[in-house]
């Protein structure tokens, strides 16, 4: 089996060039042209010797994941879906954003296991977690195609497929390695929860700077139960409090993800009853029109209803902004790409 690079960490990686017979220097010269020259080939490391770049192609690679197809956005929105060794389905999205920003939207699962009713992942149930070098690979791909058009990666979001903290310990040492080896700053890394509170106060003791995302969608918990059912677990209360210790700990805000839908989350006395319950807290609601999927039945809340929305939160000093969907014409919601896939497959 040919060995992913990528999986390897400096110290392994020494190791592994100087039993490949290769002077130790070596292992130097290839972490750089990985992981600051992002080059996708051995054939590309130029002071490299012919006889090496043979060695390390006959016994490894850079990267595991098979593409399996790429779509195109008209906004932009690059998604990808890949195979993983044992046949598993991700996805991954690079959104550029006008200001140059070019962000990577990574999923930390196969599948997943919160059953939020309004979610495509959710509706396909749970795979697998993601190995640590699994997470990192769906940034690194897009950072070397970045390099190669002399653009940079500057922020991740861990808001594909998956939860992060379901997975927490491979998220983290994901979450790391983009620091260390692509340089993004912490600021730039979001990672979303649909709300484990342990892992919450866990995350708020790492001593990062990166930011929080919560997905809470619902005032009320009967509600928030039947849209997420880890909210009969975890309640709003349970949640909040865990926030509460996160902005303390780390005296950064939390962001709120309100995925609007019409009739069920985006009238005006469900935006007072989020003030009065965010009151206090040092946050941000982003609000994102629901992206439909086939298992729910729920439809985008009007713009000019969540204009209202936003309003009715800025009384209560709480800043909001409705963020764009996204690569709408190319399923670019979580795991939706996946699913047409599936669905065509099945078809076929
Ligand atoms: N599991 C994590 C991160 C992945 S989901 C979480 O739930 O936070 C990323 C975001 O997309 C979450 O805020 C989630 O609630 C939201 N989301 C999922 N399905 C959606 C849909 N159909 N329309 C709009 N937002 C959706
Ligand atoms: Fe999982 Fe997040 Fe989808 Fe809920 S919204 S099912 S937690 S991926």
């Not at 060995?3 to 292992?27: H, K, M, P, Q, T």
């Not at 190669?148 to 990666?153: A, K, P, T, V």
């Not at 729920?298 to 936003?310: E, H, I, L, T």
Request: aromatic share 8%; proline share 2%; hydrophobic share 40%.
């Amino acid at each position: 089996m040919l060995v992913n690079l990528y999986a390897l960490s400096r110290a392994e990686l020494n190791d592994f060039i100087v039993d490949l017979g290769e002077e130790r220097y070596r292992a130097r010269q290839i972490w750089e042209w990985m992981y600051r020259q992002r080059v996708d080939r051995f054939e590309a490391m130029s002071n490299l010797p012919g006889a090496t770049i043979a060695r390390l192609e006959e016994r490894c690679r850079l990267g595991s994941h098979e593409l399996v197809t790429r779509q195109r956005s008209r906004d932009g929105t690059d998604k990808r879906l890949y195979r993983l060794h044992d046949g598993q389905l991700i996805e991954s999205v690079l959104m550029p954003y006008d200001d140059d920003r070019m962000t990577a939207c990574i999923s930390s699962q196969v599948g997943c296991a919160m059953g939020c009713v309004f979610c495509a992942t959710g509706q396909m149930g749970f795979g697998r977690n993601l190995s640590a070098s699994e997470i990192f690979e769906q940034a690194m791909r897009f950072a070397r195609e970045l390099a190669r058009r002399g653009q940079r990666l500057s922020n991740v979001v861990f808001m594909g497929m998956g939860e992060p903290f379901h997975n927490y310990d491979a998220s983290l040492a994901a979450l790391r390695q983009l620091m260390s080896r692509l340089e993004i700053g912490a600021r730039h890394i979001t990672l979303s929860t649909v709300g484990l509170a342990p892992q919450i106060r866990r995350f708020a003791d790492e001593g990062l700077q990166a930011r929080l995302a919560v997905s809470l969608h619902k005032t009320d918990n009967a509600q928030r139960s039947a849209l997420m059912p880890v909210n009969t677990r975890w309640n709003i209360d349970e949640l909040l409090d865990a926030c509460r210790y996160y902005v303390t700990r780390t005296n950064r805000r939390v962001t709120f993800e309100w995925a609007a839908i019409s009739g069920e989350n985006d009238t005006c006395e469900e935006a007072h009853r989020l003030g009065r319950l965010l009151t206090g807290l040092l946050c941000h609601v982003n609000i994102i029109p629901l992206n439909p999927t086939g298992g729910y039945a729920g439809v985008p809340a009007q713009s000019a209803r969540v204009k209202r929305f936003c309003d009715v939160l800025r009384g209560y000093g709480i800043s909001s902004t409705v963020r764009v969907r996204r690569g709408i014409d190319i399923d670019a919601g979580c795991g939706q790409l996946i699913t047409t896939v599936l669905r065509n497959q099945q078809l076929g």
